[in-house]
């Protein structure tokens, strides 16, 4: 099993927009072989910023990269970029391989 997160960093006040923007969104993983599931988690809330990582889950991590060279892939992230002034920078991608 393995384990893809983004973290997002999210300027104050706009975590609901942020929120609808991924409701909204077509993420196509349904059409891709390895792929388990899916969520949207919500952390901490600082003065500078509110914590959110997408979280999921696939058989494999060569399921995951080769997700992620697929046409599903850009159809996902096609319109990324669009709301600019609600991230405060760039996701952080962590990868994590199952052990136990």
Known sequence: MYIAMNRFRIAPGREAEFIDIWKQRESHLDEVPGFKEFHLLQGPTTPEFTLFASHSVWESAAAF?????????????AGAGTSRDIYLGPPQFEGFEAVL
């Not at 060279?69 to 996902?76: L, V």
């Open 65 to 77: 990269e080769a997700w992620t060279r697929s046409e599903a892939f850009r159809k996902a992230h």
